[in-house]
DNA sequence: CCATCTTTTGAGAGTTACTGTCATTTGAGA
DNA sequence: TCTCAAATGACAGTAACTCTCAAAAGATGG
């Protein structure tokens, strides 16, 4: 179901952007950390498609991993964080920064939003996938997208804010990171709803423009 | 902490058009469960305001509420719920379906909300805010608003879709649907925040002409 | 290579939200 | 007053977390 093989733990760092950024200097400690963060992701969604996310339990997959549970609640709050963490944070954050300051904040997103995503599939398309229909499927994850480490609302804000330069968001801020966040996820989720045939990239720019119209239309 | 007495334990129906709908013929068993449900509410809020929401147990919610635990589970799905949930998706659809299809979406929600806010606040301001500054401290809460069984997005789709006189939902109404849901939750939250003090209705007025105008100036 | 320090791990006990079952109680209706 | 259906309580059980503490393993300096 995953990508990867059971002997290709970690994937290939010269080919994946995202993975060679945390690799350079790495200790025998952090790689290994690294490993069993991987493996117990890997066991987890092994698991979830044999016998569903419900139920599978925690302890289940702290076994499959070869880990115990206190150890797999160290490396995952939740076990909701399982499917909805990600480590794009800086990435999406990053690519937002370099836009221009008098561009339109909805263009930002959007112009950053495809060309990350369209680089991300290019590698881990089968995993995005895998979480993103687990997501659609099970209503407590659906729930928890808001929740979760990495909000995508406190990502977009976050920006906001530094952009204008002040130290306090305002209140239209707010209002504008929670409506890309919202309209963003249901991009992600529509695509996964839809087997992964539309281009995602084509179904932002979509939701973007809606946006920008003011729902036009509807 | 709430605004009714002991001794005032279901609000004047004759004042309270929300009250006053669910009253007509109401039997002697029906009667009894809305006092249950109504006790335990303020039992937990009662509770809440003196040792906070998470050092609260369900258990203890039941002790003072004189029920045992498993009623407290037949009334609420979930300790959440005792704050998530409320009885006005109802009014929220007539209202909505109340205004001409051939109006924009966005102006038939910032109308529809607004006037039945208005009229929510003459009658349960008290509850109302109290429940919107636990949410807005409680971060368990915050991230519940999307889950609890009404979800304003699903609310505001079923609108969409049943005016469009169509089956099925369009991607464009989800997108929609979840935007709108998204901005009027941060007007809210904004409400409590501000202490209550601000007008919700300009409130809601600023945040939908935002919307409307494609997030212009951000 | 060894000794020491720090980080990571596992074991285990505890809490709490929630589920399911079954017998008892209580209001509804004849 | 009798009968039926709905509401309740008692109880046992599950699983997701939390906390604490001692053991194991990597880092570091000699």
Known sequence: MTPQQPTAALPDASTNPVQAKLEAPLSLRERKKLKT???????????????????????????????SPSTFFRYFATKEDLVLSDEYDPAVIAALLERPTDEPFLTSCREAMTSLIRELLQHEREELFTRMRLVTEVPALRAGIHRSGNNPQALFLTVLTRRAGVEEPTYDMRVTSAAIAAATAEALLQWAAGGG????ADLIDHTFALLESGFAGV
Chains 1, 2 share one sequence.
């Open 197 to 200: 045939r539309e281009s995602i």
């Open 37 to 67: 963060r991987q493996t117990i992701r890997r066991e987890a969604y092994r698991l979830f498609s044999e016998q569903s996310y419900e139920n599978t339990t925690v302890e289940q997959i702290a076994a499959a991993a070869e880990v």
